[in-house]
């Protein structure tokens, strides 16, 4: 295996020969190096995912009692990727690949994965409340602003007490759309947003739930600190029988291309290592 080391961020260039890049069956896979002890011992396995989805139930759990959904498109919104609103894994977590070498150069900037990533803005987001007044005051402020089936919709959709309690009332008051049962949806947002509120002004419940959040942090602190890697990977018809049509459109497209089925680490044929960062394509 080939190790290339690429010390300028802004170097966009392909490293590697024209060859390599014109070959149909090369593919790439964006990481950090916080993962090359596994990967170059293992290879990537189906399944065998770098953190623990206890660890995401646990978060949203605690962000869930105080009515935190998140405050940006990334973190909390994006643990649907990882875990349903019961939390199971909805669906299989296997790693994936790309024929485009631009695409896992963009992708390897999230060092620690998209999933560990997101769980760490989710703890920071969280922490954030805990230490500031302003946020606890902001976050009790939408709880009450929020519309009743917005509320439901948000934070107890999937919960079988009110969504059991939901059909009996509109069968008892014959109401055909759920979404027109205001007096059903504002009783339950009354009844759920005072939880919330006791726990939002409750700085040691808050306090103490901060300690666990640190703890889980902590366990993904070898992951953040890591640089950008791309792996080249050789592979072939039986490899990867999924790649079709044009090749070249296929690599511009950087299209994803779907694995599931372990590969061994003999395939790597090369690890260019981004050791000052990198910028987006």
């Not at 149909?24 to 964006?30: I, L, M, W």
């Given at each position: 295996?080939?190790?290339i080391?690429?010390s300028?961020?802004?170097d966009?260039?392909?490293?590697m020969?024209?060859?390599?890049f014109?070959d149909?069956?090369?593919?790439?896979?964006?990481t950090?190096?916080g993962?090359?002890?596994?990967?170059?011992?293992?290879?990537?396995?189906?399944?065998d995912?770098?953190?623990?989805?206890?660890?995401?139930v646990e978060?949203?759990?605690?962000?869930?009692?105080?009515?935190f959904t998140?405050?940006?498109?990334?973190g909390?919104?994006?643990?649907?990727?990882?875990i349903?609103?019961?939390g199971n894994?909805?669906?299989n977590?296997?790693?994936?690949?790309?024929s485009?070498?631009s695409t896992?150069?963009?992708?390897?900037?999230?060092?620690?994965?998209?999933?560990i990533?997101?769980?760490?803005i989710?703890?920071d987001?969280?922490?954030?409340?805990?230490?500031n007044?302003?946020k606890?005051?902001?976050?009790?402020?939408?709880?009450?602003?929020?519309?009743?089936y917005?509320?439901f919709?948000?934070?107890?959709?999937g919960?079988p007490e009110?969504?059991?309690?939901?059909?009996k009332?509109?069968?008892?008051?014959?109401?055909?759309?759920e979404?027109q049962?205001?007096?059903?949806?504002?009783?339950i947002?009354?009844?759920e947003?005072?939880?919330?509120?006791?726990?939002?002004?409750?700085?040691?419940?808050?306090s103490?739930?901060?300690?666990?959040?640190?703890?889980?942090?902590?366990?993904y602190?070898?992951?953040l600190k890591?640089y950008?890697v791309?792996?080249v990977?050789k592979?072939?018809?039986v490899?990867f029988?999924?790649i079709?049509?044009?090749?070249?459109?296929?690599?511009k497209?950087?299209?994803?291309?779907p694995?599931?089925?372990d590969?061994?680490?003999?395939?790597?044929?090369?690890?260019?290592?981004?050791?000052?960062g990198?910028?987006i394509?």
């Open positions: 295996m080939e190790i080391t690429i300028d961020p802004n966009l260039i392909f490293p020969s024209k060859e390599i014109d149909a069956y090369v593919v790439y896979h964006g950090g190096s993962f090359i002890e596994k990967i170059e011992k293992k290879g990537w396995k189906v399944g995912i770098p953190y623990d989805t206890k660890d995401f978060v949203k759990k605690y962000c869930d009692e105080i009515g998140g405050s940006s498109n990334r909390l919104p994006n643990f649907s990727f990882v349903d609103t019961q894994i909805p669906r977590l296997n790693p994936s690949f790309t485009n070498y896992a150069r963009n992708y390897s900037l999230n060092i620690a994965g998209e999933s990533c997101n769980l760490v989710a703890i987001e969280y922490l954030e409340i805990v230490l007044n302003k606890q005051n902001d976050l009790k402020d939408k709880l009450f602003k929020t519309d009743p917005d509320f919709l948000n934070h107890l959709d919960n009110y969504n059991d309690g939901l059909s009332y509109m069968i008892e008051k014959r109401i055909p759309e979404n049962c205001v007096e059903y949806f504002e009783k947002k009354c009844i947003i005072n939880k919330m509120i006791l726990k939002i002004t409750n700085q040691k419940y808050l103490n739930n901060a300690i666990i959040l640190k703890k889980i942090k902590k366990k602190e070898q992951y890591s950008p791309v792996y990977i592979s072939n018809d490899l029988p999924v079709e049509g044009d090749i070249t459109s296929s690599k497209l950087g299209i994803n291309i694995v599931d089925f590969i061994s680490p003999d395939a790597i044929l090369a690890r260019i290592d981004f050791i000052n990198g910028s394509f």
